[in-house]
């Protein structure tokens, strides 16, 4: 049902996350066939010996928006999806930081400075993430349900928030990353105007 609900929303990308493991890979395999949206994961390698092996994962989508080109990468946590998940041993996986710098690294040689990373690392890691690469502009987050808000809306509901909506942290040429993340199960719409 849930690949069903996406592929009606039309989305741009989707990032694999640790519990897309939950039904094992030859189940993941099967959403994957289901959607009609890219899915990202550039540091999931599956080998030959998996079922995902011949799967549409892909490291990173570029998408033209006003005339101009916008790459999205996707990053996943991988001791977490290793220790939570029903990942066999023929998907490996690359670590975090490097395969997104790699990934930046490609794209920038294409020439395209506009970057999004769909990072399902957790809040922290998306932090350490933003001030370790250079290039990246967003980081849209997820796996550890972080509740931010810049309004005050969340406090006014009796919510406590963990950060600002959008956390600013700066790369490693001082230069402004914007980290989103909207809390957890639906249960907020997060919204970044960008120019």
Same mark, same amino acid.
């Given at each position: $049902?849930?690949?069903?609900?996406?592929?009606? #929303?039309?989305?741009?990308? /989707?990032? @694999?996350?640790?519990?897309?493991?939950?039904?094992?890979?030859?189940?993941?395999?099967?959403?994957?066939?289901?959607?009609?949206?890219?899915?990202?994961?550039?540091?999931?390698?599956?080998?030959?010996?998996?079922?995902?092996?011949?799967?549409?994962?892909?490291? /990173?989508?570029?998408?033209?928006?006003?005339?101009?080109?916008?790459?999205? @990468?996707?990053? #996943?946590?991988?001791?977490?999806?290793?220790?939570?998940?029903?990942?066999?041993?023929?998907?490996?996986?690359?670590?975090?930081?490097?395969?997104?710098?790699?990934?930046?690294?490609?794209?920038?040689?294409?020439?395209?400075?506009?970057?999004?990373?769909?990072?399902?690392?957790? /809040?922290?890691?998306?932090?350490? #993430?933003?001030?370790?690469?250079?290039?990246?502009?967003?980081?849209?987050?997820?796996?550890?349900?972080?509740? #931010?808000?810049?309004?005050?809306?969340?406090?006014?509901?009796?919510?406590?928030?963990?950060?600002?909506?959008?956390?600013?942290?700066?790369?490693?040429?001082?230069?402004?990353?914007?980290? $989103?993340?909207?809390?957890?199960?639906?249960?907020?719409?997060?919204?970044?105007?960008?120019?």
């Amino acid at each position: $049902v849930d690949i069903k609900v996406l592929n009606a #929303l039309n989305l741009d990308a /989707y990032q @694999i996350g640790n519990h897309e493991f939950d039904e094992g890979e030859k189940r993941l395999a099967e959403l994957i066939e289901m959607a009609t949206f890219p899915i990202l994961g550039a540091n999931i390698h599956p080998t030959a010996a998996s079922p995902l092996a011949s799967s549409r994962i892909l490291p /990173y989508v570029i998408k033209e928006i006003d005339g101009e080109k916008v790459a999205i @990468i996707g990053v #996943l946590k991988v001791e977490k999806t290793r220790e939570s998940s029903m990942v066999t041993d023929a998907v490996k996986f690359t670590e975090e930081i490097s395969t997104v710098r790699d990934q930046v690294k490609s794209l920038t040689d294409q020439k395209i400075n506009k970057i999004i990373v769909l990072s399902h690392l957790g /809040y922290d890691f998306d932090q350490k #993430l933003a001030a370790s690469v250079e290039e990246i502009d967003v980081i849209v987050g997820g796996d550890t349900h972080t509740r #931010l808000d810049s309004t005050g809306e969340l406090s006014k509901l009796g919510i406590e928030t963990e950060g600002a909506y959008p956390t600013v942290v700066n790369n490693p040429k001082g230069k402004p990353v914007y980290i $989103v993340q909207a809390w957890e199960y639906a249960k907020a719409l997060g919204r970044l105007q960008l120019d």
